[in-house]
Every structure is written in C-alpha cells, then in structure tokens.
C-alpha cells in the first residue's frame, strides 16, 4: 500500500501543514494551468463509466503521491455549469432580476460548495475514524483520506446529479410541475435515481481507497431512498414543485 501520512506526525498537524490545500486554491485563478479537457473527460465518464474514472485515481496517486487533484478546474468547471443552467431556470421562472441573482449565489454556494464541503468533511471524519484498516504493527505508515480528495468524490458524486436534477430536469419541468399523478411519479423517479447515484458514487470513490475497509456503508443510503419513494409516490409529494416553489413559488 502507498503511504500518505508519516507516522511520526500526528493526524492533525498533518491535516493543518498540509501545502496542497493553499496551492489547490492559487490555481483557480490561472485558468490557463488548467487541464480543461481531461476534466470534461471525466465528467462524461462519471456519467457512463465512473469506475473508469476512479482508475485513473490510482495512477494519479502514483504519480503525484497524493489522492486528491491538484488541478481545480474540475470544481470551475462544475461552478460555471452550475450557474449557466440557474440562469437559465431564473429566465424561464423568476420574476425580477434581484431574486434571480439571489437564487443563483444560493444555488452555487449552498447546494454545491458549502453543502459539498459540510459532506465531504463528514465523511472525511468518518472514514479516518472508523473505516480505516488496523495496522498490523508500528512499522507500517499510517495512511489517512485527505479531506481535498473527500471533496474530489463529492464534485464527482454530484455532477451526474447535476445533470439529472439541473439540465434534464429543466426540459422536463414543464411536465414535473404539474399537479398530476405523472408529474409526481416521473419527479420522484428522476430524484430517486439522481439521489442513488449521487450514494453509488461516493460509495466507488472510497472503496478504491486500499486503505479503507467497510466501505459499502455508503450503498445503505440507496436502500432508504428506494423504500422512501414508494412513501412519497404514494402521499402525493411532488419534490419538483417543492423546490421550485422554494426558488420560484409566485411563478407556479
């Protein structure tokens, strides 16, 4: 197994000196060092191929001896999908221009970067509290998941979500938002499926982790979205008109 820690440094010193972090955060200003393409490359193969993209996570923590990307254009690239696509609901729904510049600092800040980073910190502590491997002696190096790569599998984990709940879900929310017994199933199908891929994701981004075990505690959040949609079906919720109606209400 590949070392990520030394032992000789406690986990939190480590966490608190580590220089990839500032370095990770100097590059969003240089679009230039960006690797652009290799980006959208993995955005099209988390949606069709995702375990392609978790194998070349491991090359990545053999050249770079780290788990976590170095490059942020991923996380950009992410935040200007983000924001054209709430545009684009605030043109077709929102009623002033105020409100829709409102909606979209809400949208990318909260349901992506804060959201994101409160998730990826929660299974940051997870994983190095309770999922890693017992050493089986002190000669053996330490090795921790690094909270940047935490953050990496969240941004992996969403952007297939996105794709689902942003742009296929616009075209159809003429349809969603409806008050019929189809918009009801067909939304909480579409949220049900964006939801357990969002899960099976993060799921795959742990488990490539040789240093993690008990990794399918990520798979059981599939298993209550799948028992909770035949509840809601059947109740009449509708999650499209719920949170159109958060954002968009007097248009609905």
């Given at each position: 197994m590949l070392p990520t820690a030394n032992k000789g440094r406690s986990?939190?010193?480590?966490?608190?000196?580590?220089?990839?972090?500032?370095?990770?955060?100097?590059?969003?200003?240089?679009?230039?060092?960006?690797?652009?393409?290799?980006?959208?490359?993995?955005?099209?193969?988390?949606?069709?191929?995702?375990?392609?993209?978790?194998?070349?996570?491991?090359?990545?923590?053999q050249t770079k001896n780290q788990w976590a990307r170095d490059d942020p254009a991923f996380v950009v690239i992410c935040?200007?999908?983000?924001?054209?696509?709430?545009?684009?609901?605030?043109?077709?729904?929102?009623?002033?221009?105020?409100?829709?510049?409102?909606?979209?600092?809400?949208?990318l800040l909260f349901h992506f970067l804060l959201t994101g980073a409160f998730l990826a910190t929660c299974c940051w502590s997870l994983t190095n509290a309770y999922l890693r491997e017992e050493a089986p002696n002190s000669h053996v190096v330490e090795q921790r998941v690094e909270w940047l790569y935490a953050f990496d599998?969240?941004?992996?984990?969403?952007?297939?979500?996105?794709?689902?709940?942003?742009?296929?879900?616009?075209?159809?929310?003429?349809?969603?938002?409806?008050?019929s017994f189809l918009a009801v199933l067909l939304s909480n199908l579409l949220f049900m499926l964006a939801t357990s891929y969002y899960h099976y994701l993060n799921f795959l981004g742990y488990d490539v982790l040789p240093f993690l075990e008990r990794t399918t505690f990520f798979l059981y959040p599939i298993g209550i979205v799948i028992v909770l949609s035949p509840i809601l079906i059947l109740s009449g919720f509708n999650p499209s008109r719920y949170f159109m109606n958060m954002y968009f209400g007097q248009r609905l």
């Open positions: 986990s939190s010193s480590t966490s608190r000196s580590n220089p990839m972090f500032p370095h990770y955060l100097r590059r969003i200003v240089k679009w230039q060092q960006m690797d652009i393409e290799y980006s959208f490359w993995q955005m099209l193969h988390l949606c069709t191929a995702p375990k392609v993209v978790y194998q070349h996570t491991k090359y990545h923590k935040s200007l999908l983000l924001t054209v696509t709430t545009i684009a609901y605030c043109a077709a729904y929102d009623h002033s221009a105020s409100h829709a510049v409102f909606v979209v600092l809400s949208v599998v969240h941004c992996n984990s969403f952007f297939p979500m996105f794709v689902m709940l942003y742009v296929i879900h616009y075209f159809l929310s003429p349809l969603l938002v409806t008050h």
